[in-house]
């Protein structure tokens, strides 16, 4: 998979189900400003029941945690953006722009599985200076802030902690 990854970027593959990439800080910026952009029209909130990939949507997952569902489809600066990161995202993927703002001392991600043949995450912004916990198929991935992308494939399992403050993410969920 290394291989796909062109513009901008730089890639690690760090096993057989994860591979991290460098985004760079201005593809960064252009990527937040265009997710909160987005989601300023958003209005209802549909709560943590999320399964419609074709609408926009807002929902609240948790006190902490509100996700958005972007339809790449709608989206064409998006998707050509994020198709140059990575050739195999698609109007098909599922894209979620989620935001964290972490009140408690650490928020966990519960263990779970996408249910789909790659994930790719997309680190934005991060208030805290803590560094994140992050495990995919029970192996830390250390640094994921630092290089602003992180895909994993195989419907790997993953979980993870993270400090006080806020986090603002891109998802891509996708299907070969």
């Known amino acids: 998979m290394i291989g796909y990854f062109i513009n901008y970027i730089m890639s690690l593959q760090i096993n057989n189900d994860v ?18 952009n987005i989601t300023k029209k958003y209005t209802e909130d549909i709560g943590p ?11 609240t997952f948790d006190s902490e945690c509100i996700r958005y569902n972007i ?3 709608y989206e064409y600066n998006f998707l050509n ?11 098909e993927c599922t894209l979620h722009y989620i935001k964290y703002n972490i009140k408690n001392p650490v928020y966990h991600l519960s263990e779970h ?6 994930s790719t995450i997309i680190y934005l912004n991060k208030t805290s200076h803590e560094p994140d916990v992050f495990y995919v ?3 830390q991935i250390y640094n994921v802030w630092d290089c602003g992308g992180i895909t994993f494939y195989n419907n790997a399992s993953h979980v993870g902690d993270f400090y006080k403050g806020i986090r603002e ?3 891509i969920f996708s299907e070969h």
């Open 49 to 59: 029941d999320m399964d419609s990939p074709d609408d926009y949507w807002k929902g």
């Open 19 to 36: 591979s991290l990439f460098m985004v760079s800080n201005r593809i960064r910026a252009k990527l937040l400003i265009m997710s909160h």
């Open 81 to 91: 953006i994020l198709h140059q990161l990575n050739p195999l995202i698609n109007e």
């Open 169 to 171: 993410v891109l998802c």
């Open 137 to 139: 198929n029970d192996k």
């Open 113 to 118: 599985r996408d249910g789909k043949d790659s």
């Open 71 to 73: 339809p790449l489809a």
